[in-house]
């Protein structure tokens, strides 16, 4: 493990991890910056959500110290054993939820998030609303949606969106702000990700969440407002979590 706990912060000259990860981020972000140009649309609106799952509290650590406020993980219990520590040192922090959720998770989902992306079924809405109630946390939501309507694929089927966000927007009065997907892994992405944008569009909703590594600059292009980037950052996972992430 590289340590880079004696380096100050903000300092990437004698850390080679921090080195390392500014440059990736920096890479990312500027072909973020080239696709929105070639769009018609300003790089800085575009948030890099750097996905740090499965990688220790050390590398995220570094992340940090190259500069980067945005993560993204997507098991609860391992962002819960990350990140509240470093929070304490990084305040600015934001932290988003990415992974399919059991409504048994939603407390602990929102003591530990800033946003949960992942939002995709009516109980989950209710349990989620019951957690927001019981401790006063109310992290941003946004609904996941199975644009390929795959069947092991988490998200709300497109048809029952307008339903999903009558009743989490609506009736329980949860703070919606946008919407998220995971377009099928053997497809061109561009009409999926075209589909969840106009999904947004529908519902006036700001936030549209979607484009990993091998598509950030397809979804850029489509009006992604939140790209999540793991592997292009961090080097690849362990094969368990890319299975999981539904993807390659
Ligand atoms: C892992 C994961 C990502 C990042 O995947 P990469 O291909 O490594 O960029 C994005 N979104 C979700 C929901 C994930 O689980």
Redesign the pocket.
């Known amino acids: 493990m590289h340590s880079s706990s004696q380096s100050p912060a903000g300092n990437t000259a004698n850390d080679p991890l921090v080195a390392e990860l500014a440059s990736n981020m920096a890479e990312v972000r500027r072909r973020i910056a080239t696709a929105a140009t070639h769009a018609g649309r300003q790089g800085d609106e575009v948030s890099l959500i750097a996905?740090s799952?499965t990688h220790p509290t050390a590398i995220v650590e570094a992340a940090l110290k190259a500069g980067q406020r945005l993560f993204?993980e997507?098991r609860v219990q391992e962002a819960a054993a990350k990140f509240p520590q470093l929070r304490e040192r990084w305040p600015d922090l934001r932290l988003h939820l990415?992974?399919g959720l059991q409504s048994n998770k939603a407390r602990d989902a929102v003591e530990v998030a800033d946003a949960i992306d992942s939002l995709d079924r009516p109980k989950l809405a209710e349990a989620l609303a019951h957690a927001m109630d019981k401790t006063g946390r109310r992290p941003d939501l946004l609904i996941q949606v199975n644009v390929g309507n795959e069947p092991q694929k988490a998200g709300v089927a497109a048809g029952d969106f307008a339903a999903l966000y009558e009743l989490s927007a609506g009736k329980l009065g949860l703070p919606v702000k946008g919407v998220m997907c995971?377009p099928p892994a053997e497809h061109d992405p561009v009409g999926y990700f075209r589909q969840l944008h106009q999904i947004a569009r529908d519902f006036a909703l700001p936030v549209i969440s979607m484009g990993?590594?091998?598509d950030y600059e397809k979804a850029v292009a489509h009006g992604a407002t939140h790209v999540?980037?793991?592997?292009?950052i961090f080097g690849s996972r362990p094969s368990h979590a890319i299975v999981e992430?539904g993807?390659r």
């Open positions: 996905v799952k993204g997507n990415i992974g995971i990993m590594s091998g999540r980037v793991g592997s292009a992430a993807r």
